[in-house]
């Protein structure tokens, strides 16, 4: 009896203890902590074992790189940044708005860049750090892969396709010194219009100094996609760039008194085109019911197979998305969640088919997220394809790549059959909105 009380007793003392505790909340799997509940941590979409994301540096710190403008509106040191292919990734930048910058030794250095450090060094003993303005601090390997991959992925996708490529911050302020000082003397072709090409800063004499009409590009730009330095050194840029130079040229400009700068206004993003979209218009055979949503719906492979006679195409070159054969191609200005660090390219670097589930991706990441998503396919070759279940496939189709004559007309015979069409698009060369140069024919 005293063993039953006993017993009863304990069972009583769980109840209760069961009663005041309760299971601490964990995300559900596969959930992330957003960064709305860690506004200092930058999120790296990783494996278990990875941290949520960098502990060095705050979201505020690249806020410059996830901007939607074309433009950046900071300059990144080209001599010391963005060195890739080694343990240690450095980038050092500071803002157009020289207001915003802060006190600082100008005998030191020209321009006060803030530097953005991170260390994954899985050498023998290994040295795994990251740092910002001076201050490191060591870390796991697991962080410090998730700090350097932050500082990746801003020189991959922003820096290097978006930093003037002809002169720096850094260039332009030690020019301002040595025109106060004399020691470069300008020519009035600095900062105006004269040039009719070229705007930038000019120097008299251009080495010649018994000439005192002449005159040399020193740091210059034009509208034309290319920039100029040192007298005779000219490169070719892209939009963002372009526009990138002009903004630098502007502060310099600003600085020495130009009566007249160009605005480098920064142009409104123009509304992006779908990366792949059905025909509005479409009906087969003039049939209004039977549209693009009509090819979706009921044996989906069968009617995007068909071939429409009023157009001569198969349906599924006027309906790629509703067919799943959309270009395999990536959307080159596509951000995930609006993050400048998202795109296509961070998709297949790692953990592809998890980021690829995200929310636009794959849809917009055809080429990178084909098959390997709940997304439908894009428009390429059956590899497991055999006609009529013989060793051939879409290579025979068109005699494995030659372009004679014989082989051409092979190709033109063969895909006109429902089945090597619908197996072989690219062989067939049917993909939407893909461009083809060799052996052009209209099967």
């Not at 290579?395 to 014989?406: A, E, F, K, L």
């Amino acid at each position: 009896m005293k063993y039953i009380l006993s017993i009863a007793a304990i069972f009583v003392a769980l109840a209760t203890a069961q009663d005041s505790w309760e299971m601490p909340s964990t995300p559900e799997s596969g959930e992330r902590t957003s960064v709305e509940n860690e506004p200092d941590r930058v999120w790296v979409e990783s494996d278990p074992s990875i941290p949520a994301g960098c502990s060095c540096f705050s979201a505020s710190d690249i806020m410059w790189a996830n901007q939607k403008s074309l433009f950046l509106n900071v300059d990144v040191d080209r001599e010391t940044s963005c060195k890739m292919g080694n343990p240690e990734l450095i980038i050092d930048w500071a803002s157009l708005d020289r207001s915003q910058w802060p006190a600082y030794d100008k005998d030191q250095t020209p321009v006060p860049y803030q530097r953005l450090y991170a260390v994954h060094d899985t050498s023998k003993g290994g040295n795994y750090q990251c740092g910002r303005d001076g201050k490191t601090k060591k870390i796991g390997a697991s962080e410090a892969l998730a700090c350097k991959e932050i500082l990746t992925d801003v020189c991959t996708n922003r820096v290097d396709n978006g930093v003037c490529p002809c002169y720096s911050l850094a260039d332009l302020v030690q020019t301002e010194d040595k025109i106060d000082t004399g020691d470069f003397v300008a020519h009035e072709n600095t900062c105006s219009n004269k040039t009719g090409s070229y705007y930038g800063i000019y120097q008299k004499g251009g080495g010649m100094m018994n000439c005192e009409t002449c005159s040399v590009f020193w740091f210059t730009h034009n509208d034309a996609g290319s920039c100029g330095y040192e007298g005779d050194i000219m490169q070719r840029t892209n939009n963002a760039q372009q526009g990138h130079c002009r903004m630098l040229m502007a502060t310099t400009c600003k600085k020495l008194g130009a009566p007249s700068i160009p605005s480098p206004e920064p142009e409104p993003e123009p509304e992006p085109e779908p990366l792949c979209s059905d025909s509005a218009t479409f009906t087969f055979n003039r049939n209004r019911r039977k549209t693009c949503e009509w090819a979706s719906r009921g044996n989906s492979n069968k009617r995007c197979a068909k071939n429409d006679p009023v157009t001569g195409m198969r349906v599924f070159q006027l309906c790629p998305k509703s067919c799943g054969k959309c270009a395999c191609r990536d959307d080159p200005i596509f951000f995930a969640r609006n993050n400048k660090i998202m795109n296509c390219a961070w998709a297949g670097a790692r953990y592809t088919r998890g980021r690829c589930n995200i929310e636009g991706m794959a849809d917009s990441c055809l080429q990178t997220c084909s098959g390997r998503s709940s997304s439908k396919k894009c428009c390429s070759d059956n590899e497991y394809f055999k006609y009529k279940n013989r060793e051939r496939g879409c290579g025979w189709v068109n005699n494995y790549g030659r372009n004679d004559t014989d082989s051409i007309m092979q190709q033109n015979r063969m895909c006109k059959i429902r089945s090597i069409v619908t197996n072989c698009p690219d062989t067939c060369k049917k993909c939407p909105n893909t461009m083809y140069t060799m052996g052009d024919f209209n099967a």
